[in-house]
């Protein structure tokens, strides 16, 4: 046989062993060959059926009427470990792509020979014209060569059409694995069968879409109250709680210090969940005593007033150590100006949109509040309002967008009476009730990252969810 048909043998021959192999093997890398469920079977596959088993929700921020406008769930953290059908679904998704690329390269072959058959059917062609086309022109010899040329290559006809055929094949089998790439893909999906890189990935992604979503809502008024949520009865009459107002989203941290003076001791919770449970949780033992209950955890670390002084603390929970520490100039302390419930209330520290801030006065304020914002690495004052509101006259304070919300009183009927403005230095009554479900509030104060007010009531630790109102601004907005 010529050089021609010898090449034409070969690529037939690989051409059989892929068809083949793509026959036998692929069905058993797919799970085409085994007992699966199919659309309209009773089985179905739910990895996550409700918030109790396995989704948790991330962040939420609400409208005026109370609606929740940007909310999201994800795969609660204990799904990043591979379960069996993950690795299965994951190393079927690496078989199916390794094919994938092998029908990338077979198609790149099977097209540079394509090519050479066509140009062998054209010979094919050219000769048997030039045959039908013979007349006396040609002599009997050259007549004869091209007949046996003929007879060679006329074998080649029906091979020429096998061959076609099974480069259809090909490209059908090419659709065949694309599609059920997308398929698995789409099961992945759905069964969140992702590896821990992936999945971080993904929440990254989310946490970026949510960021956005919260900075479109922006700031705004304080309009309501929600009923209080009793999150549990720990401690004494009067105490702290609170979470890190910066911390990522998977940080989940509750720090508690009962008491309201000469108090060391600070315990650290894991979770919310362990906080309920009175579980899971480290102690760190501060070097010096706090005053009153208006500490904050802020990036890592607690702002608080040391006993019997005006010096602010900042105590950094990894390292254990204070980091700085600084006289808040002119300050009352000792029980000189604290709030109506007393309780060395003179200093109170708060974090909102805008950062850490400290509430307390002086004499020469004459009593009246004064609002200080602090750098929070050098605790020095970057910029202080009189709010004209006596402090002992206040039961309770917080910070929200910049603005100082104060309570009328600590006690059964509490609201929220009175509005400073620190962006345009003003000041308004309001009249916003809150359910003061325990009758003794002594710590209040508001967590920008939840959006939700952190409350020592009578011994009892409270949440209550506010409502803003604001404008929600798109991007195309000027």
Known sequence: MSVPLLKIGAVLSTMAMVTNWMSQTLPSLVGLNSTVSRAGSSEKITLFQSPEEGWQ?????QAPDGKCICTAVIPAQSTCARDGRSRELRQLMEKVQNVSQSMEVLELRTYRDLQYVRSMETLMRSLDARLRAADGSVSAKSFQELKDRMT???PLSSVLEQYKADTRTIVRLREEVRNLSGNLAAIQEEMGAYGYEDLQQRVMALEARLHACAQKLGCGKLTGVSNPITIRAMGSRFGSWMTDTMAPSADSRVWYMDGYYKGRRVLEFRTL???IKGQNFIQHLLPQPWAGTGHVVYNGSL???????NVVVKYHFRSRSVLVQRSL?????????PYS????SDMDFMVDESGLWAVYTTNQNAGNIVVSRLDPHTLEVVRSWDTGYPKRSAGEA??????LYVTNSHLAGAKVYFAYFTNTSSYEYTDVPFHNQYSHISMLDYNPRERALYTWNNGHQVLYNVTLFHVISTAGDP
Do not use: R
């Not at 929700?57 to 921020?61: E, G, I, K, Q, V």
């Not at 702002?303 to 002084?309: E, H, L």
């Not at 917080?398 to 603005?403: A, D, H, Q």
């Open 57 to 61: 929700l991330y962040t939420s921020a």
């Open 152 to 154: 060679e290559l006329l």
């Open 273 to 275: 969940g362990d906080f």
């Open 303 to 309: 702002f608080y007033n040391k006993y019997q002084s």
């Open 329 to 337: 100039p002119g300050a009352g302390y000792n029980n000189t100006f």
């Open 341 to 344: 419930w007393g309780g060395f």
């Open 398 to 403: 917080f910070m929200i967008c910049g603005v």
